[in-house]
Structures are given as C-alpha cells and as structure tokens.
C-alpha cells in the first residue's frame, strides 16, 4: 500500500480547492461575482440595442408619402385636436397601413381626450383648460416628449419613430402644395405664348 507523503496530500487539497477555506471562497465568489456581472452587462447592450436599434426609414418614408395626399390638408404644426381627429378618419378611409402611428395620432385628438375625461371623471381627473379647436404644434409637441424621454433614460424607440413620420409627412405636404403651383404659371405662359403667336401672324 502505497502512502502519499505530506506534500502529495497538501498538493492534492490545493487542487480541490475547498470551499471551505476563506481565501479560497472569496476567490471563487470574486469571479463568479465578475463573471456574472459581465454576462448580465452583455445581456443589458443587447436588449438596449435590439429597444433602440436600427429601424427601416425607407418603408417608413414610403408609406407616409403614400398618403401625401391625405397630410396635403392638415398643417401638423398647427393643428387643432378635432382636425387630428378628422385626420385619422381620413387615413381609415384611405387605407393607411401603418397603425401604430395612426393610434398614436388618435390618441392626441379631442375624442380620445373626450373619452379618458370621461373615464377620469369619476375619480376627479379632468382638463378644464382643454380646447378641442385650440392648434398645437404636433411635431414640436412629440419632439419635447422626446427629450424627455432621454433625459430621464426611458425607451425613445416610438417617440423617434412617430417624431420622424411625423415631419415626413409635414415635408410630404410641403412638396404636395408647391407641386400644384406651377401649373398656374405654366397656363399663364402658354396663354402669352398663343397671344404672342396670334399677334405675330
């Protein structure tokens, strides 16, 4: 029978590493403790970047400008809470695919606002000073929730989303209005032209 010396026993111990001795286990905790840390540190970049990543501004861009006619009539920096409210029933009408931001326009016009009074009336909730034909500045309006939103670390994926809709469909109606403009000058031009041509002749 073979008999292991002290120094084979002291060696073996120091490789089982016994959780026991106190060095040993603040050792062990130590980098489980940074180990977990780290894990739970990636895990957190992941979910802030997937919250807040990259999102399709092409498609977004093109269904807003496939309803550049319906945000032809409205001014979304001053628009009145009941106008807000006829422009969501157009976009119903028209078909307008993308529901989030159609739901987040309702929810700032005056029947949705009409409604949640109603709802808070019972507990005492109210806005007296609420006026459904008083214009806001919808786009200035969803910009200073934003910032918000960022200054107090909260998600800002919808808010930036709604804000860039938003001011495409304000630019939308910019380029629809200056669009029928030439039209005018172009007849005025051609009328001229005839004349011109008549009195030459």
Do not use: C
């Not at 807003?64 to 119903?92: E, M, N, S």
Request: glycine residues 6%; negative net charge.
């Amino acid at each position: 029978m073979q008999i292991s010396s002290a120094a084979q026993l002291w060696a073996q111990s120091r490789l089982r590493q016994d959780p026991q001795d106190p060095k040993t286990a603040a050792q062990d905790a130590g980098g489980s403790s940074v180990a977990a840390d780290t894990q739970n540190r990636k895990s957190a970049s992941k979910d802030t970047d997937q919250s807040e990543g990259p999102w399709d501004t092409s498609a977004a861009r093109k269904t807003i400008r496939g309803a550049a006619d319906v945000f032809a009539k409205y001014d979304l920096t001053k628009i009145t809470p009941a106008q807000i409210d006829a422009l969501t029933a157009d976009l119903k009408v028209a078909r307008f695919d993308d529901l989030g931001f159609a739901m987040s326009l309702e929810r700032q016009g005056a029947a949705y606002h009409a409604e949640m009074e109603a709802s808070g009336s019972v507990y005492g909730i109210g806005d007296e000073d609420f006026d459904a034909d008083a214009p806001v500045d919808l786009i200035a309006k969803t910009r200073s929730e934003l910032a918000l939103a960022q200054r107090y670390g909260q998600d800002t994926v919808r808010l930036s989303t709604q804000l860039f809709k938003l001011e495409e469909a304000q630019m939308s109606r910019a380029s629809g209005a200056s669009a029928p403009s030439s039209a005018p000058q172009l007849a005025e031009t051609l009328v001229l032209f005839q004349a011109q041509r008549l009195w030459v002749e």
